[in-house]
């Protein structure tokens, strides 16, 4: 059996219907995927530093096949790739941006206020973290492992035009590895819950042994 990282999105958990959807699909074909819960220490006090160390060991401890990150999740991949994780990434409606685009538009004080998609409800969290979001430079160069991401253009979180321009960075780096490609999905939303058979397609071109280029 093939195992696979799942690193879910911000106010999200390891329950969210994308990860369901894709279980429901991969399971029965001989893969097993594995998602942490990312709300640590607690969603209060979310600390990014601390979701990347819990996804270098969960990848360290299963040695997975691909490692998936969904939207927040996708900045952790990049950040367990460029610790040393060799698996191949699938990147889903990658947040690159995120923290410069949120701390502009923050409600001012300290916690402040988001809806917990996991929980039904607002949470309160604490503005540090998105301070921690604005000073990455994860998405700077590409990761060593092949990488695929995946976005729809429709989009109403992550802008695709952030994106297509770190793809189009990446690929004049001439440092993607062989077999990285951008897969648009027509009409996709952020998040692309309904488009999970093109997910796991590629996930499971990722998982092979052998990538085609």
Known sequence: MKKVLYLHGFA??????????????????????????????????????????????EAKRHEPSAI?????GA???????????????????????FGKRWIERLAPGDPVLFFHH?????????????EQLAALDSDVRPPAAPVTVVMGTNDESVPLETVRGVWR?????????????????????????????????????LASDVIPA
């Open 12 to 57: 999200s958990s390891p329950a969210g219907r994308k990860v369901s959807a894709l279980k429901a699909r991969l399971e029965p074909r001989g893969f097993e995927i594995v998602a942490p819960d990312l709300n640590i220490p607690s969603f209060r006090r979310l600390d990014f530093d601390a979701i990347v160390r819990l996804s270098l060991f």
């Open 68 to 72: 998936v990150g969904s939207s927040l």
């Open 75 to 97: 900045l952790g991949a990049l950040e367990v790739s460029a610790r040393g994780a060799t698996a191949p990434l699938l990147l889903i409606a990658p947040a690159v941006g």
């Open 118 to 130: 996991a929980e039904g409800m607002e949470l309160p969290i604490h503005r540090r973290f998105f």
């Open 169 to 205: 960075r990446w690929e004049q780096s001439g440092e993607l590895a062989a077999g990285s490609r951008f897969v648009e999905i027509r009409g996709g939303d952020h998040g692309l819950v309904e488009h999970a058979d093109t997910i796991a397609r590629e996930l499971v071109r």
